[in-house]
């Protein structure tokens, strides 16, 4: 059976603010500094799922940027626009009615765009298991990676104790983002996984659920699916997408289905979820400090510092991180790199909508 | 008698870097957010100092900017521009005998132009009652400062006991910026003031001390004021004037005259030597926090945010500044602000002459 990928990457970041913007989210970002988020995401799946067979699903307000960022790597019929953001259900629904109805059934990769991955190797390998599960078995696969601290910044799944002969444990449930003391009972059992949001099955298997656990969401998935190769297919879509429930696959599907299957993964990952995950990617100078671009330092220790356009330089700082872009910069506590959304909600607050 | 200012602005700041650079230091910028530092200086003398009779000596990279600066206050012909930088017994020699040359003897009022002053009014009747003295004693008189804490950022003047008749005190010595104890010492004793470098004295007199004590300095002066009114004025001040030895006039004169008087100046005085110093110039807000620009903060306490053109952000920030300009930012810890100068040096060491 063929494999697709699907990369979402519809998602509009605020917590790499001020680099990240409403129209420039994580996934179309450099952070690694070696090329954008989504395109080491489709690069990453080489040998897995061949170049034609990747789908990108993106939100309308980035289309062209994504078009533009993916030219060479995704052919441009294979980027699907969302007229409105409706949440990963909707999206994971509409790549599976498209494969269904213009390439027939096969395997789906449901990908972030936004991740990191350390080790690619062991995370093909993982991969290339995962696909062969869900082909062999029917079952909604997902990766669950290894803790490695108690996070309380990450969902949970909750595993059977004994792993069945294809490497993978049947999953008991999905647990929402733990406070500390709980993810530090999580990690003791050894029964738990981070919660990676990659999933793997058939097109064919996640419609059936669609149609089974979420079916307003498959009523506008087939009404959409009934008009895809016609004329009205983009009439269709920009009418019937919007009215599609928001609710995430997890919600709607995973914590509900009847056969879902984990397989570990421990390939160095993080969901870069805010400006102190950049120290997951770089190798930090002989201060501890992360730095990217133009820069001067006296006794700075174990900070994050980021310059784009400008010089940057600092005195006597301790665990800071410093961002600055062409129209903003950022001073926060590292400890505190969570808040930066908060910034966001206070520029939309006092109204200065040309930072957002 | 008449009474001439004498607005020394030919320094070439490297404290307020970013904000200052080689071709434009203090003298030159807004820090106060009225005007610039010289303007705010040459108005200040209203009252004392006719307009038409104030001098600016500025230096040949700078004078440009000087002039621009300074139109509508200062006649053209009022700004003597040094052909290099020869320290302050030099330039305040240019202008004695500029004076003497060109507008018959007067009264000095020597002052630097990157200062700040809070109380005008109280500025204005000391200098008042310093011309006066410098009028009818022919004594060198300096300005000192009621210290407000033991700065060891300062220079102090020591000063007889005893009042005279005149409200001055004769003084006993000039020393040098002292360690925290002997700071201490000096402002338990209550003989001690600090040196705020305004001086007052008429130019026949200062030029009487330049021939006795700095008898090289006053050759040189000679020169240039032979040719001072011809048509050789701008060749012989080209080639003179790089010749005079460097010496301040705290060194060179001040500490060896026979008749130096002080009078006492209590009127919100700062030498604006560094970011930190801000907080004497600007009203804190309720976080403790001096700001200019568009900024948001969250949870800032203490801190010196100046934002030129971009917008600054700010999380879980205590006692840091943050300042930034067209073309560089700077943080740094609100303790280690004197440590600006490293940064200056370091960008000397490494290269970078686009941002002195």
């Not at 972030?112 to 696909?131: E, F, G, L, N, Q």
């Not at 709980?182 to 064919?204: D, H, R, T, V």
């Not at 056969?259 to 102190?276: A, N, P, T």
Request: proline share 3%.
């Amino acid at each position: 059976m063929k494999t697709y990928g699907v990369i979402l990457a519809g998602g509009g970041g605020t917590r790499f603010w001020p680099l990240s913007r409403k129209e420039l989210p994580k996934q179309l970002l450099n952070l690694t500094g070696k090329d954008l988020m989504v395109n080491e995401t489709i690069d990453r799946l080489a040998g897995n799922v061949a170049k034609e067979d990747i789908l990108v699903v993106t939100n309308c307000t980035q289309t062209e940027l994504m078009l533009e960022a993916t030219a060479g790597r995704v052919s441009p019929d294979h980027v699907l626009s969302e007229p409105a953001a409706r949440n990963t259900a909707a999206c994971i629904g509409y790549a599976a009615m498209e494969i269904l109805r213009k390439y027939g059934d096969g395997v789906m990769c449901v990908l972030p765009s936004d991740h990191y991955i350390k080790k690619t190797d062991v995370y093909k390998k993982v991969v290339a298991d995962a696909i062969r599960t869900a082909e062999e078995t029917d079952a909604l696969v997902t990766l669950g990676i290894q803790p490695t601290y108690p996070s309380t910044g990450y969902g949970y799944i909750c595993h059977e104790e004994e792993k069945a002969a294809g490497g993978f444990w049947a999953v008991r449930s999905f647990v929402e983002k733990p406070n500390l003391e709980k993810a530090k009972e999580y990690i003791l059992s050894g029964e738990y996984l981070w919660n990676s949001g990659m999933f793997f099955w058939k097109a064919s298997v996640i419609m059936r659920y669609f149609e089974e656990l979420l079916p307003e969401v498959y009523a506008c998935l087939q009404k959409i699916g009934g008009a895809m190769g016609t004329e009205e297919e983009a009439k269709v879509i920009q009418e019937v997408y919007p009215q599609i429930p928001k609710i995430s696959i997890d919600y709607g599907i995973m914590e509900r289905a009847g056969k879902v299957l984990v397989l570990e993964g421990d390939f160095g990952w993080s969901d870069v979820g805010s400006w102190d995950a950049l120290e997951a990617l770089y190798e930090k100078d002989e201060y501890g400090n992360i730095t990217y671009g133009e820069q001067v330092h006296i006794d700075t220790h174990d900070c994050i510092i980021y310059a784009k356009n400008k010089l940057v330089t600092t005195i006597g700082l301790d665990n800071v991180i410093v961002v600055e872009t062409e129209d903003a910069v950022l001073v926060c506590d590292k400890n505190r790199a969570q808040e930066v959304k908060k910034i966001v909600e206070a520029l939309q607050d006092c109204n200065k909508p040309q930072y957002l």
